[in-house]
């Protein structure tokens, strides 16, 4: 396998995660199995240009050669910044005629009821831009009309009038005989090789039009965005030996490759916030914890994942800007509630917390870069919980004086309340915000929050993370080690993934056995070629299977594994709907095994393996772990708490809460009735007591 020579030759392997603010580095050293993290500032004008200048940095602070890198595993927000800032390329939409509407239409879905003026689902390509194809399938993939097309001339022209430079096409019914995309593109590229086809039985071959169409045209608008940032990429990549091979991470949690990303961008939608579920994931498995709820709580936001019996819980539809996005992606939350967010006080006396924030410029009254109104971190300063001349391990200085006359004039005057009372407030109102968000993660899954571990990570999370479990019954909060690189971490050890599916409404009963093992193996077929194309030897191959499916009647479905199946027989079968009416219960309190269940979609994940080195224990530093107090104000006075330095802590170590535990890039806040231990994998276990 390439992976495998590139890792014997050239031994390291960087993960990089390119945020708004910082982008973040871990390098992992196959030889000695020595992991480092490293940050610098993200360039937004082009993300390349930081990612090489913290690859050039790392490998002078850490003392390793550019030459050396054999696998560089990259989260982009290149694609999601693209869709929310609208930096996209002009498209068309090309339609079987008389459906050129479907982008508009969506669902009649009105988020707010009563609402006199609605405001509409946005559309991405405009309605003179979307043009109808003399053709039409039936739903069973026979041909109505056949393409016609003499009408080929006519579009094309339009085409080059609209100025197009990307063209979705969503044919009726192409899931199910993609024959007509397929004759069209090669007609289109027969005129114009030079413009990017993007087609819906390649993007997205569901059933589903007004999704299918939304998915496919945001692939196409991205298409010359993405590749245009990958060429800069490649370029800069020769740049002092640095030949590394480069993967790029997708929404899914898994890698892919440059030629992958080029073709389907779509799938890079949720390419950086996969990577702290990813973590989750490796984290759960290293420390034997099969249930974690990761929380990751930055400037701006606060992301919530799931881990149920060692698994990140994956979805088959996400929507990015209320833009549907039909691919798998894994199932997050977000809200807004960071370190960032403001606190402000309403009319009638609420206090209220986010989502408006103060974001890296001016940021919160401490940095001292102009903000005015008070924020999260300024009420964690404000109650002595962060060390003014220790942040970001004393590379910023805070401002404490300017925080707590915010503080006073923003929130406690208006509430009558001191700026102890005021701060105390602004975090009460925070934890009710975070712990409804992990809340309604776990309750609408059917799962009790007192089975699962709490997973802290992001620069703002540890100061929250004992408070918002205790108040969700959680008795376990996982601290990891390097929480505000853990992204880059978690993409640190992902593998090659490639998602396949075919929609076709079979019900889920011995008689339909031929045609469902008949699709299994077409899938698992294209999905062998596709992981031998990425050059994925097959020993390093896992093909798992999946099915949507409902009871016969329902508009939605369920996401069912299936495992390795390789031909699917009558027990295999029967073990998939009983599977379906345990998942069923868990999520809606009941299930019907005398009611008839329907397979709406097949699935197959084709995984290549890559190569996962084991990380070294870090050695702890060699000074007291006891750093001394410093004055917090906590359950309602000011004490003289101990404050811990969490790179010195040994094995025996024990942190008894009420304290604080700093390390350079984040602070955490053991409260009154846990402890703290060191564990496994660097991370600090923290309990109740």
């Not at 992606?329 to 989502?355: D, K, W, Y």
């Not at 205790?470 to 376990?476: N, R, V």
Request: hydrophobic content about 45%.
């Amino acid at each position: 396998m390439a992976v495998t020579a590139s890792q014997d030759s050239r031994p390291l392997r960087i993960a990089v995660d390119i945020g708004g603010t910082f982008t973040d580095l871990q390098i992992l050293d196959a030889r000695s199995g020595a992991v480092w993290a490293w940050k610098t500032p993200t360039t937004p004008e082009d993300p390349s240009i930081g990612l090489m200048a913290g690859v050039r940095e790392a490998a002078e602070r850490f003392g390793f050669a550019l030459a050396e890198v054999g696998l560089l595993l990259h989260g982009t927000t290149i694609a999601t910044n693209a869709v929310l800032e609208r930096r996209l390329a002009r498209g068309a939409l090309l339609t079987t005629a008389g459906f050129e509407d479907v982008l508009e239409i969506t669902r009649h879905v009105r988020r707010e009821l009563y609402v006199l003026a609605p405001d509409p689902f946005p559309v991405l390509v405009p309605r003179d831009c979307r043009l109808g194809v003399p053709e039409r399938m039936r739903a069973d993939g026979s041909v109505e009309t056949p393409l016609d097309e003499a009408a080929i001339p006519g579009l094309l022209a339009r085409l080059e009038a609209l100025g197009a430079e990307a063209v979705a096409v969503c044919l009726l019914h192409s899931y199910v005989n993609p024959a007509h995309e397929q004759r069209l593109r090669a007609l289109i590229r027969a005129a114009r090789p030079d413009l990017p086809v993007s087609l819906s039985s390649e993007i997205s071959p569901e059933i589903r039009e007004y999704e299918r169409a939304s998915t496919t045209v945001l692939n196409a608008l991205l298409a010359p965005v993405v590749k245009a940032y990958l060429d800069r990429l490649e370029q800069r990549l020769g740049e002092g030996g640095f030949q590394p091979l480069v993967f790029l991470v997708q929404s899914n949690g898994g890698v892919c490759s440059l030629a992958t990303a080029a073709e389907q961008p779509a799938r890079l939608l949720l390419s950086g916030p996969s990577g702290g579920a990813l973590a989750a994931g490796r984290i759960a498995e290293l420390l034997s914890r099969p249930n974690l709820v990761a929380v990751d709580m930055g400037g701006t936001s606060f992301d919530v994942s799931v881990v149920q019996a060692g698994r990140v819980s994956v979805v088959t539809q996400g929507e990015i800007d209320r833009l549907p996005v039909r691919l798998p992606m894994v199932e997050m939350r977000t809200i807004g509630a960071g370190g960032g967010s403001i606190a402000s006080v309403e009319g009638g006396g609420r206090l209220v917390v986010g989502p408006r924030s103060a974001g890296a410029r001016p940021g919160p009254v401490a940095y001292g870069r102009g903000g005015t109104e008070p924020t999260v971190t300024d009420a964690n300063l404000a109650l002595g919980r962060l060390d003014p001349e220790y942040f970001l391990g004393g590379a910023m200085k805070l401002d404490m004086a300017a925080t707590r006359a915010a503080i006073a004039e923003r929130v406690g005057t208006p509430l009558g309340l001191s700026v102890e009372q005021a701060a105390q407030g602004i975090l009460t109102v925070t934890n009710a915000n975070l712990g409804a968000a992990v809340r309604l993660s776990l309750f609408e899954k059917g799962f009790d929050p007192r089975d699962f571990a709490l997973l802290s990570f992001g620069g703002a999370g540890g100061l929250h993370a004992t408070e918002v479990a205790a108040e969700m019954g959680i008795t376990e909060v996982i601290f990891p080690r390097e929480p505000g690189t853990l992204s880059a971490y978690g993409i640190l050890y992902s593998d090659l993934v490639q998602d396949l599916a075919r929609s076709r409404l079979l019900r889920a009963e011995p008689g339909n056995l031929p045609a469902i093992a008949a699709l299994a193996a077409e899938l698992r077929e294209e999905a062998e070629a596709r992981l031998a194309r990425d050059g994925v030897a097959p020993a390093r191959r896992v093909l798992e299977l999946a099915a949507d499916m409902r009871y016969h009647g329902q508009a939605f479905e369920l996401l069912v594994p299936w495992g390795e199946v390789a031909v699917p027989d009558a027990a295999a079968l029967e073990m998939l709907r009983a599977r379906f009416h345990e998942m069923h219960q868990q999520r809606f309190s009941y299930s019907d095994r005398n009611e008839a269940v329907e397979i709406v979609t097949l699935r197959v994940t084709a995984i290549g393996r890559l190569p996962k080195p084991d990380a070294a224990e870090a050695a702890p530093a060699a000074r007291p772990a006891r750093k001394g107090t410093r004055r917090v104000f906590e359950a309602g006075a000011w004490r003289d708490l101990p404050v811990w330095d969490r790179d010195a802590l040994r094995p025996g170590d024990v942190v008894i809460g009420p304290a604080i535990v700093e390390e350079p890039f984040a602070t955490h806040a053991i409260t009154a009735g846990w402890s703290a231990v060191p564990g496994p994998a660097g991370a600090l276990i923290a309990r109740r007591v």
